[in-house]
């Protein structure tokens, strides 16, 4: 408390790694799952399971549900609930048109740790196509149970999952001279949120860097804009540019050697890339119009950033080193904040449509058209999941939510947070192995 | 940019009209400006006579003073100065040329709807279009400086036009007033 209080004193509080935030939240499943591969997880078994303080195989199958590519069947539908391959009967899944079984069982090995055994079984071959035993402390066992779902999803699909990894968002509670902004990072599923930033004056604009240890961030700390990276595991952060005007919207480089970003400090919104380390500037754009918002191409070639240079904002794409920009969007009078995915194939971003309402669309970079995927209002900052399956948003107009769709928009959860305003969600790179 | 540029024109015509010495040369033979601007620039002379010592006694510490109103309000995307906001700029601008150690910030703002890093530049926009205004009028660069909050920083929570019209503005800010 007198942390808490010391830190409302001073505005700010750096390197809060550790103080867990309030927790999020429900999740909402709001399409449905049309498609999706039947599947069953099995509730693992364990010793003592009210003693457990996570429920392991229901992380797995939110994740997996959350994907849209899977659709796990009720627990009360379950014939059996084997938890070992040799009590598997594969008759009572076939009957139940599930073609793939996921058992396991949990040992406790000690106070506060614990070793999780998974199989994921093929029902129609009754035969198993992975399996493990990860050992856990109680505080890594949601993280466990995302590692697992990982490890189910690209052996079911033959592509990475995204579970084990996270978001960066901010938020904002109170209204008026109570107003505090918080800088959170969370589980992708929203569980476990830790504030790593808290100010009385506005963030914004996390942005990961590319080996997911860094998060580098927009802070109006001294009443104006200045870009920070701050470490996420020591806390420890750094002033990377405070020029006069704006200095905003960061974007880690995929070798994580340079930064782009916004500055006006010759005297409107410019493009620029900051080497890491001497922090020397070479400024990309060339325009009296505001460019914006640089998003760095997965083969780090070339940056996408926004620009009203034609009237409204528009996403242009350029080299990294500069030069003539070329003009990617051409549908609507509103496209901008553009995120790639990892394989450079697709951009999110947010669309006015023909009815005046904001939305997520994504552009494929071959066919050059869009397709709007979101169906809010005010729909903004949409981040690739680092598989570039699923992409998160935030929406405006409902309080305190965050929305994760699946691309092509078919399936969508809200992750529903208890306070505040809800923004700006980042998703992290892939976590280490 | 295109937009910015018109408030400027018509703030030209009006320091034509009072012989304000930071006019550019480059404006006096532009006929349109005259045309477009002279009806709005009459009012605005009229009512506050710029170097006469008008606001000798004006404080800005008095809630009746013209000085108490220190927001401009702009339209969706627009960084355009609307005419009646022109006289509230005027009687700041003249006030600051009397008062050359004051300082005031002009923080520019937008509402909440799309990208949140392109509305930090229209709310630079917005704070820039009011400067040059100031600066037109005679006050001097040192006294004015810039910041955009874009949507950060709403003065009215709310998800509709009224709240929106609200939150686009450039605020003068005193420090310490």
């Given amino acids: 408390m007198t ?68 659709s796990p069947i009720a627990e009360r539908d379950m014939l059996s609930r084997p938890t ?28 506060d740790t614990y070793n999780i055994q998974f199989q994921l079984l093929d029902v129609l071959r009754g035969n198993q196509l992975t399996g493990m035993s990860v050992p856990a402390t109680r505080a890594q066992l949601r993280r466990v149970a995302h590692y697992i779902a990982d490890q189910i999803y690209e052996a079911l699909t033959g592509e990475r999952g995204a579970f084990n990894t996270r978001i960066a968002y901010v938020t904002a509670t109170g209204s008026g001279k109570s107003k505090l902004y918080e800088m959170q990072v969370a589980d992708s599923d929203g569980f476990g949120p830790l504030t790593i930033v808290r100010s009385k004056e506005p963030l914004m604009s996390p942005t990961w860097s590319p080996d997911a240890q860094k998060v580098a ?10 870009i920070y990276q701050q470490d996420l595991r020591t ?3 750094t ?24 500055l006006s400090r010759d005297g409107n919104p410019e493009i620029y890339v900051m080497r890491l380390g001497d922090n020397s500037l070479t400024r990309i754009t060339q325009s009296p119009a505001i460019d914006t918002e640089p998003t760095w191409s997965p083969d780090g070639r070339s940056i996408v950033f926004t620009s009203d240079r034609a009237g409204g904002p528009q996403l242009y794409q350029v080299s990294a080193s500069g030069g003539q920009a070329q003009r990617l969007t051409f549908e609507g009078s509103y496209n901008a904040t553009a995120d790639f995915s990892s394989d450079g194939k697709q951009i999110a971003l947010v669309h006015r449509d023909a009815s005046g309402q904001y939305r997520v669309a994504v552009y494929d970079m071959t066919t050059r058209r869009l397709q ?29 939510v965050l929305s994760v769709s699946s691309v092509d928009g078919r399936v969508g959860q809200r992750l529903k947070f208890q306070q505040g305003d809800v923004r700006e969600p980042s998703w992290s790179p892939f976590l280490p192995r | 940019m295109r937009a910015a540029w018109k408030p400027l024109m018509l703030v030209c015509a009006v320091a034509l009209a009072t012989g304000c010495s930071s006019m550019g040369k480059k404006s006096e033979g532009d006929v349109a400006i005259e045309d477009h601007g002279m009806g709005t620039g009459t009012d605005m002379t009229q009512g506050i006579g710029v170097g006469s010592g008008t606001f000798n006694g004006m404080s800005i510490d008095d809630p009746n003073s013209p000085l108490a109103q220190r927001v401009i309000y702009f339209e969706f995307d627009s960084s355009e100065v609307r005419p009646a906001d022109r006289d509230v700029l005027t009687n700041h601008a003249a006030y600051l040329r009397e008062n050359p150690q004051a300082a005031i ?63 686009r503005r450039v605020e003068l800010i005193y420090p310490g007033r």
Avoid: C
């Fill in chain 1, 217 to 226: 961030y927009v802070s109006f700390e001294k009443r104006r804009a200045e």
């Fill in chain 1, 372 to 400: 709007v995927i979101s169906d809010g209002r005010l729909d903004e900052s949409p981040s690739f999941a680092p598989n570039g399956r699923m992409i998160i948003y935030a929406s405006q107009a409902g309080r305190g």
């Fill in chain 2, 105 to 167: 910030v002009l923080e520019g703002h937008g509402d909440e709807r799309g990208s949140r890093e392109y509305n930090i530049g229209l709310g630079e926009r917005r704070a820039q279009t009011v400067r040059q205004i100031l600066e037109l009028q005679g006050v001097g660069p040192q006294q004015l400086s810039t910041v955009s909050y874009g949507e950060e920083k709403p003065a009215v929570d709310g998800h509709d036009e009224s709240a929106w019209s609200q939150n």
């Fill in chain 1, 84 to 111: 070992e391959a040799s009590q598997v009967n594969y008759r009572d899944w076939r009957v139940l048109g599930v073609d793939n079984l996921i058992i396991g069982k949990i040992d406790v090995t000690g106070p």
């Fill in chain 1, 235 to 237: 806390g420890s952060r």
């Fill in chain 1, 3 to 70: 942390r808490l209080l010391h830190s409302l004193l001073l505005g700010l509080t750096l390197g809060l790694w550790g103080a867990a935030a309030q927790a999020v939240l429900t999740i909402e499943i709001s399409q449905g799952v049309e498609g999706a591969l039947p599947i069953a997880v099995v509730p693992f078994g364990t010793q003592s399971p009210q003693a457990m303080p996570e429920d392991v195989s229901a992380i797995i199958a939110a994740d997996l549900q959350r994907s849209g590519r899977f």
């Fill in chain 1, 239 to 262: 002033k990377l540019a405070s020029f006069a005007g704006i200095n905003g919207a960061p974007s880690w480089s995929p070798d994580g050697s340079r930064l782009a970003i916004t």
